[in-house]
């Protein structure tokens, strides 16, 4: 017994050692010689390291050896971070990486190391098929189906319509037009983009042997033929086939007759009215995300087969057209139907899918003056759409703003015959990826992506975005991130596994997703993108989730996000047909570039490039108009002194012939942000002010956050003890406070700062409690020794703390453009601003400004602007 217990303690000491060890993770598909190559080391113990080795998988010799760079901090299960850029070495071969006490498995450098990958994940499609299954060899859901919603399109409910085909959506066996459209696109757009990539091993219904059609184009015409049975007539468009009332039990797709009509299954008319959601109705508004998306998908099949299937391709022109105008009849969304559950696709957009269809129809256009108004249509809703909603979001309901990338700005920018520096399309690409870095610069992972479900596809869309972006403007600058989201697919990420279920054959990927093929019948689901981690807090509050095997990845799980490779978790590991369909092209770009020399050039030693080009970030401006803005600037022969302004005793502006900025932070109760802003502040070099209650440097729970921001050099003063109101908000020329009151609540402020070394002397600038005073506050101040100071109006910056329920509610955007455009609007708009921001919100915000302070600092910085703190400002 004794012996016994003696191995079961070595067993348990023995699995904590190894669970302990750092690990290093990277792309298991391989890097291809001339581009990026970053691997991650990752340590649940804080460690400091200063160097890596690869070495040869042969020979054991090390072949390149380089500096591990900056500590990235914590992340996930990890406590210390470090990115491992070997990208310098560019000779094919097997190696292995080596840091610290950490050594990663074989890795491949070569050409041929997303070759076949594209192919690979048509497999996934191919095998949702409905109708004829090539992969079962045996036809399911011939029956469908029944109408519902449609009596105003002169189909009464029940009514028998052929919708017969398509793709089933994910694991489960339902067909949402948008999806499939959207998967029609990509493949449709793969097809085009990377004709020499794709082969030719199948026939049009999947079954082996060639058909002078390459396989992915095979695989779109399936999608357009069913699509083409869901909009049937000019004033007929369906929205769904089948609805939740399929999750009865895993199963192989056949034919079901649990939907009251037989073997039929409900297929729902798209109205424009809210339909059902359960107990509820969802929020449909119109048409036009559905019927947009009909319609490039249409034009652009049109186009694919204009010279194979002259035909088809003229019946998909004039689907185009009909299916546009329906969008335009009905502008607004469409939303899904959910019988039993909560869960629907809650699309909340639709200005980029009549972009994009207005892209597609413009290039199918033989006459310039039609195209040209397409042109025009589409650039109108660009504007009203510049940056996809989710960029940059801490969350966002399921598929809230569909496509996850906004395709028509690439349709739109490649159609336009401006210089890309001069290309609006391009600047919004920028914006939208400035913020995804905004956060993403901020880990080891260059992780940006929100963890909601479908994280994995977002994570493909924005790969995409960032690869259409260096593309087309040529420039480097988020070479790194882009490669980032393709390695994080790919094993390089906490978890140390592919994202894709058998790619790469030798690594570690999916073995037991949600799926009935692989649970049921152990066939394998080759290539299928599974929805990929969530967050820890979104996973705990989801209906109907059991792990049915112990979690392999027990160790790797975190406070932050989850990922299972369990069969019972559906949020994390069920296989979806679009997100796959989006893959097929991300990894069909990846071979293209082995051969076609696309790939950025590798600089050494060099900061990330991302970092590079902030100044050419487009929130309004381009860079060139930038810098004239700044030439505009009237030449001073002789600096001249100007008297800061003065309001009610309080200064709220420096000298405004100096192009200086006071950067200043308060807080009281909340400091999430404490971390995040130290840390940019210290990336961009900038110094800022900070104004703290008494409460906030008593609390425990920053006193990391403010030794951090003491040690840099940065000011430090008081906010009041109890953040008390002085003056009554519809009377500020009453007092709330007798001056006794006042004078001891200023105390207590002091002799909590006390703890840090702070004083009246090194802290002379107070910044009242709300911003909100009045002479008396100031004459006080005065008499006390301090001089009041207050923020700057003219920006929305002091508006970081609104919460969407308050009226003055304004998001991190609106915020963001009102200090750029207040920044650009004249040569010294906001010289000598004290723009105030708050070191954290309340919780109920989940758009943190304060993300977006690493591109605020490199945007006002490349217009000419120091940042300072409050005392230099001043002068005192």
Not at 660 to 682: M, N, P, Q, S
Not at 797 to 802: H, M, Q, R
Request: with cysteine.
């Amino acid at each position: 017994m004794l012996k016994l217990l003696g191995c079961l303690l070595l067993f348990c000491i023995t699995q904590q050692t190894w669970a302990q060890k750092p690990v290093i993770r990277y792309n298991q598909l391989g890097y291809q010689p001339s581009g990026i190559k970053v691997a991650v080391f990752g340590s649940k113990t804080a460690i400091t390291l200063k160097k890596f080795q690869l070495l040869d998988v042969f020979t054991k010799k090390v072949v390149y050896e380089n500096t591990v760079g900056k500590p990235f901090g914590s992340y996930g299960p990890f406590s210390q971070t470090y990115r491992l850029d070997f990208s310098a070495y560019q000779k094919a071969g097997r190696y292995f990486l080596v840091c610290g006490e950490a050594k990663s498995d074989t890795l491949a450098i070569g050409n041929d190391v997303y070759k076949g990958t594209a192919d690979f994940c048509l497999r996934y499609i191919r095998q949702q098929r409905s109708g004829f299954n090539p992969f079962l060899k045996d036809s399911c859901h011939t029956h469908d189906g029944y109408t519902l919603y449609g009596a105003q399109a002169g189909l009464p409910d029940s009514t028998h319509i052929d919708v017969t085909g398509g793709w089933h959506d994910a694991s489960d066996y339902l067909q949402y037009s948008t999806t499939s459209a959207n998967a029609t696109y990509h493949l449709l757009m793969a097809a085009r983009d990377f004709p020499t990539v794709f082969t030719d091993t199948k026939q049009a219904n999947g079954l082996d042997g060639k058909n002078g059609l390459t396989d992915v184009l095979d695989e779109a015409k399936w999608g357009l033929d069913w699509l083409l049975k869901m909009h049937p007539q000019s004033n007929q468009i369906f929205n769904q086939l089948g609805d939740d009332r399929d999750h009865q039990g895993m199963r192989i797709p056949k034919e079901d007759s649990f939907y009251g009509k037989g073997f039929e299954r409900p297929v729902y008319f798209c109205n424009g009215e809210p339909q059902q959601r359960g107990k509820f109705m969802n929020n449909t508004t119109g048409v036009a995300s559905t019927a947009g998306k009909f319609t490039s998908a249409f034009a652009l099949g049109s186009q694919m087969f204009a010279n194979t299937n002259k035909d088809f391709s003229s019946t998909l022109s004039q689907k185009a057209y009909s299916a546009l105008q329906l969008a335009k009849n009905k502008p607004g969304v469409a939303q899904t139907v959910s019988v039993r559950s909560p869960y629907i696709y809650a699309e909340d957009n639709y200005f980029d899918d009549i972009e994009l269809a207005s892209a597609a129809l413009a290039n199918i256009q033989q006459d310039g003056v039609t195209a040209r108004f397409y042109e025009n249509q589409g650039q109108s809703y660009a504007k009203r759409e510049p940056i996809t909603p989710w960029f940059g979001a801490d969350t966002a309901k399921h598929y809230q703003w569909y496509p996850f990338i906004n395709i028509g700005h690439y349709e739109m920018a490649k159609r336009s015959k401006t210089k890309p520096e001069d290309n609006a399309y391009l600047d919004f690409y920028q914006q939208g990826i400035e913020k995804v870095w905004a956060k993403a610069q901020m880990n080891a992972f260059y992780r940006g992506i929100p963890f909601i479900w479908c994280s994995n596809n977002l994570t493909v869309s924005f790969a995409m975005q960032c690869y259409w972006y260096r593309t087309l403007s040529k420039e480097n600058a988020y070479a790194q991130l882009e490669q980032a989201n393709v390695d994080w697919l790919f094993g390089c990420n906490p978890w140390g596994t592919s994202m894709v279920y058998g790619l790469p054959a030798h690594g570690d990927t999916p073995v037991d997703p949600h799926s009935a093929f692989t649970h049921l019948k152990n066939y394998p689901i080759d290539g299928g993108l599974v929805d990929g981690p969530v967050y820890t807090s979104i996973y705990k509050n989801l209906i109907g989730i059991t792990l049915k095997d112990a979690d392999e990845y027990a160790d790797w799980q975190s406070d932050l996000a989850v990922y299972h490779d369990d069969y019972g978790d559906y949020s994390t590991n069920e296989p979806t047909m679009d997100g796959t369909a989006s893959l097929v092209y991300l990894l069909a770009a990846k071979e293209n570039e082995s051969h076609s020399k696309m790939l950025p050039p590798v600089i050494e030693k060099s900061k990330p490039a991302v970092a590079v080009q902030a100044e050419k970030t487009k929130a309004l401006p381009t860079a060139k108009e930038r810098s004239t803005v700044v030439k505009k600037e009237p030449a001073i022969a002789k600096k001249q002194s100007v008297a800061p302004n003065i309001t009610l005793g309080a200064i709220n502006r420096g000298d405004t012939m100096e192009r200086r900025v006071a950067l200043v932070f308060t807080g009281h109760e909340f400091g999430d942000g404490g971390k995040a802003i130290a840390i940019a502040l210290k990336q961009e070099k900038v110094k800022a002010s900070f104004f703290f209650t008494g409460d906030f440097y008593r609390n425990r729970n920053f006193k990391t956050t403010i030794q951090t921001l003491k040690a840099a050099g940065h000011y430090l003063g008081p906010h009041s003890d109890k953040h008390l109101l002085y003056a009554p908000w519809e009377k500020r020329d009453s007092l709330l406070v007798s001056q006794e009151a006042f004078i001891n609540d200023l105390d207590n402020n002091y002799n909590a700062m006390k703890a840090y070394g702070l004083s009246k002397r090194s802290s002379p600038y107070f910044l009242p409690p709300y911003e909100w005073y009045n002479d008396s506050i100031a004459a006080w101040t005065k008499e006390y020794g301090l001089q009041l100071v207050n923020y700057t109006p003219g920006t929305l910056s002091a508006a970081d703390y609104t919460t969407p329920e308050m009226p003055n509610y304004r998001s991190s955007d609106t915020i963001y453009q009102t200090i750029i455009n207040k920044a650009i609007d004249a040569p010294t708009a906001i010289n000598g601003y004290i723009l105030l921001l708050h070191i954290g919100t309340d919780p109920a915000r989940k758009d943190k400004f304060y993300m977006l302070l690493p591109l605020l600092l490199q945007e006002l910085t490349g217009m000419g602007y120091t940042f300072v703190r409050i005392d230099q400002l001043l002068g005192r």
